[in-house]
């Protein structure tokens, strides 16, 4: 596990490339930002897969965050610093609830509210299992449409279908999402 | 969520194209009209809105587990007992060495002079820090993200659309050139950087020169290189000059 020594990206480039989910900027920011996560969290009283579970719960709050605007870079660390300060906190939160109950000193609460937005927590375990459970060219449309932002003509390319499939596929994929997450709530 | 009916294909993809704001004004102020009045397009919407969203966080989740497993799978440097004579590491350090040495040798002996000179002096140009702008930058700015993490297929893909835009643009011509020369291609390269030495004006202009020199260096274009290179104003270029003479 290796730190670059230097951020290859400006704050505005960071900024970009998270609201596009630029894959060579979300994994640079994921991959030189977590060793230092799980050196804080394996240092008070965490595993590595509690240090992953945290990391991975900050790095998305930062990238709703970001996305809606609620968070704008004021300085050279900006991106990074808020990242662990949030992986941080959550860590923090973590080690006061009752999951793990101890008495220890820890520093003073902060403003949770700050942090969160997006959807109820139920139904984004829900929707994360429901994703999972797709067929592997489900997950893949939806992946390449909505997430990497591919256009529908690349994407029917990839999998050598006519556009006009291609968006029935995924209009279908929808559908069965739809459908799971419809039973779930009744 | 509620549970809406089935829609239509057609009903959907419009619904999605109003979420992900592809409509032409002139259709979304329409759809907007639209949702004001009907109270079960409203709810599609937002049930649509929510499983888009949820749809993408769900595959970031997947790319965060995808960046997590290879960050675990670099490998670690196996650790020896401490009294057992550590011969092994030696020897594959020398093994490196000596296959480092030779193919060194293998590649460099094979070149010509003006090849040395060119691998001697070339160093890609770091690429520049953009300032988020306007809309046509964007692009710019995606592929100098590309350019910068040694990716300069992906960029040259991205710029060369943008080219068709801006034609004459310097900058535009400039890094086009750089990320061609670094993918080893000092003709299309050339071409390129020309367009930003004419440019008086141009902040790249000298720097232009100089890569103009070395991709004619590498293309075996000696006298030309010397002129561009004069042009360049970089001390490096004074030294090249003298070992080719």
Redesign the interface.
Known sequence: ??EPTFN???Q??L???IK?????????L??SQ?PKIEKYVVANNGDEDQA?DIF?EA??TV?NNVRSDKFIPENGTAVTGYLYQIAKNKWLDYLRSSKYQKTTNLETKHDRSEEEE??SES??NH??AE??KLGENC?EI??RF???KQTMETIAEAFQWTEATA??NK?RC??R??EK??TL?? | ?D??D?IS?QE??RIESYILGLMTDEEKKSFEEELNLDPKLRANVK??K????????????????E??S??KA?PVIPILPERQFKWKPLAIAASVLLLLAVSFWVFVGNSTENEKLFMAYYLPDPGM????GTNTD?EF??G???Y??G?YQAAITRWEKLLAQKPDNDTLNYFLGSAFLAVGNPDQAKAYLEKTAQVESSIFQKEAYWYLGLSLLKSEKTEEAIKFLQNSGRKEATEIIEKLK
């Not at chain 2, 820090?129 to 988020?132: D, F, P, S, W």
């Open positions: 596990m290796q290859p990206f400006t505005d480039e900024i970009l490339g596009s989910n630029e894959p060579k900027v979300l994994k640079w994921y991959q977590y992953k991975q790095f998305i990238w997006g959807n139904l984004q929707m994360e994703f999972k997950r939806l992946k909505y997430f990497q968006r029935n209009y929808i559908q999402l739809k997450v419809n709530k009744h | 969520m549970t809406t089935n294909q959907f993809e049930d649509i929510v499983l888009l969203q949820e749809v993408e966080r769900a595959s970031l989740k997947e790319s965060l587990d960046y997590h290879e960050l670099t820090v953009t300032a988020m964007y700015d995606r100098m993200v590309d910068k993490t990716d």
